[in-house]
Nanobody
Framework: QVQLVESGGGLVQAGGSLRLSCAAS????????MGWFRQAPGKEREFVAG????????YYADSVEGRFTISRDNSKNTVYLQMNSLKPEDTAVYYC?????????????????WGQGTQVTVSS
């Protein structure tokens, strides 16, 4: 099991930026693909971004492509989500997830490990 702890959420005005962090512990971080999902009130959880073990391959949801950037630092066991040009519709609880597989695991929403989430609220 991998333990995941998200941080960096908060309240920001539309057009602003936030950077989320997810610190991992428990297993060898570089063995895992990582990703971010989000869930808004009354909506299903949706994929936001995913990254492979060494950062060489990334995937993004169409709704965040060009505004959000996922990255990782294996020396710090941390994955990041840089969110720019935020919109009110980005308001959600953001969750970090880890899985050995990027496409069949992370992107498919079948990650083995999940964090508790961090709230992001974008005001108009």
């Amino acid at each position: 099991q991998v333990q995941l702890v998200e941080s960096g959420g908060g309240l920001v005005q539309a057009g602003g930026s936030l950077r989320l962090s997810c610190a991992a512990s428990g297993r060898t971080f570089s063995n895992y693909a990582m990703g971010w999902f989000r869930q808004a009130p009354g909506k299903e959880r949706e994929f936001v971004a995913g990254i492979n073990w060494n950062g060489g391959l990334t995937y993004y949801a169409d709704s965040v492509e060009g505004r959000f950037t996922i990255s990782r630092d294996n020396s710090k066991n941390t994955v990041y989500l840089q969110m720019n040009s935020l919109k009110p519709e980005d308001t959600a609880v953001y969750y970090c997830t880890a899985d050995p597989a990027l496409t069949s695991g992370i992107v498919a929403g079948r990650g083995q490990n999940w964090g508790q989430g961090t709230q992001v609220t974008v005001s108009s």
